[in-house]
């Protein structure tokens, strides 16, 4: 059975074009970026599926990110032609929980390895490094507790991340994260973040978990609409902060904490107003938020 006319027109184009496989600059395009089928090297059947994608805008394909597959892709797809794609990762530790989260404990991890892996857990497990977990495209929960992170940057590849747990590191930069606009659940809580403007975007987010971080201010949680659960216990969060949430209709849980003379008369959702209760029932200030204080002066 022979090729559509179309692919073969396209195949006989791009074949013109070898020349500037030698001029070209190396760009930060890996085999794993161009083995489209998953085999474990890139060759001629990822050819015949770039060359049906050429000149459209599917991602996948789009090796230089600028939001068309043109002849740039093609140059770059020739650099790592013939290539073997085979996943590494850094830390050993983290290769470990892929190889437990996959079944397959030696061997090359190749693409089609991970194909159908969406949940990885990999908690106390003195983790450090997280360079090549962002070949893990198809992941929808990822988490990552008590290890010993400070560098999330690879994070923001992993869009299709809807629960993310990262707690109990050494991370500072949050960043990463303002790409990963289908988080639902995001737990950070016991780490060193201060700026949190990269969470403003992220307007799928249900529950957020802020706690023991040095937190500046929160304004940039004002437009997060979705948002029923916050937790900013251990953050020194004020008055004037906590007004930034006036208009969080749909909250319902926030965890405070204060110390003596300190007062929150914000308003949080509408109707919020008064003096605070303590415990985590519902009180006058409004019926449907339940805000639970802590008084770290008698702690």
Do not use: W
């Not at 198809?138 to 940057?153: T, V």
């Amino acid at each position: 059975m022979g090729y559509p006319q179309y692919l073969l027109r396209r195949i006989a184009l791009l074949s013109i074009f070898p020349v500037f496989l030698l001029s070209a600059p190396a760009l930060a395009v890996t085999s794993l970026d161009a083995d489209f089928d998953g085999s474990g090297r890139v060759d001629f059947p990822d050819f015949l599926l770039f060359a049906q994608a050429f000149g459209s805008g599917q991602g996948k394909y789009d090796l230089d990110g600028d939001g068309g597959v043109a002849f740039a892709d093609f140059v770059l797809f020739g650099q790592v032609f013939g290539q073997k794609a085979v996943l590494t990762f850094a830390d050993p530790n983290l290769e470990q929980e892929v190889r437990s989260a996959i079944y397959k404990r030696t061997g090359d991890i190749l693409p089609k390895d991970v194909a159908d892996l969406t949940v990885l857990r990999a908690d106390y497990d003195d983790i450090e490094r997280l360079d090549g977990i962002e070949h893990l495209i198809h992941l929808e929960e990822l988490y990552l507790n008590e290890n010993r992170i400070s560098d999330i940057s690879v994070l923001s590849r992993l869009t299709s991340l809807k629960k993310l747990n990262i707690n109990g590191n050494s991370i500072r930069d949050i960043a990463p994260l303002a790409r990963l606009t289908s988080l639902t659940e995001l737990d950070m809580r016991r780490n060193q973040i201060q700026d949190v403007s990269a969470l403003s975007d992220l307007r799928s987010l249900k529950k957020l978990t802020m706690s023991s971080n040095p937190i500046g201010g929160i304004s940039p949680l004002a437009g997060l609409a979705a948002l029923r659960d916050l937790d900013l216990s251990a953050t020194s969060v004020g008055d004037a902060d906590i007004s930034a949430l006036s208009n969080l209709d749909s909250l319902r849980s926030l965890h405070l904490e204060f110390r003596s003379g300190q007062r929150f008369l914000g308003a949080v959702g509408p109707g919020f107003s008064g003096t605070p209760v303590f415990g985590s029932e519902p009180g006058p200030y409004h019926p449907h938020i339940r805000i639970c204080f802590t008084d770290l002066s008698v702690a």
